[in-house]
């Protein structure tokens, strides 16, 4: 593993920093996480799947990586439909110096001005918070098994 110190995802993958938690996915190449509630208003449903090497770019990444992250993101996409999702999107925009997929639900009954990278801005979508969010978790994490 590649650790770069100050990473936020890094830091993440070791179990600190704001972004910690339990992973839903992990392999020796790559990691699935939902995205913290505090980070996404409670948006059930948005997922980022990291290379658990610091990539900075998708063209840095391993073809081994290329391979194990798209099988994890169609693995996260069940996971999201399985768990109610009507459509799921999928994300590069390596804003982060770490590379990452977002790999987004968009819930039923989303209003088409809502679609795409404003999914998670509609006030009606499915949040939560605590044990709910917690269990939501849990359900993408057995699908994940």
Sequence with gaps: MNDVEGCPLCERHRGAGPLAGTP????PLVLAYHAPAGETGGYLGYVFVETRRHVG???ARTDDEVVAEARL???VAAALEATGAEHVYSFVFDHV?????HVVA???????EYWGSRVDEWPDAPRAWGAAFDD???RL???LR
């Design 24 to 27: 839903l996915y992990e392999d």
């Design 106 to 112: 968009r819930h039923p009954g989303t209003p088409r």
């Design 136 to 138: 939501y978790c849990a």
């Design 141 to 143: 994490r057995a699908h």
């Design 73 to 75: 993101v169609a693995r």
């Design 97 to 101: 110096a770490h590379h990452h997929a």
């Design 57 to 59: 770019s998708l063209a």
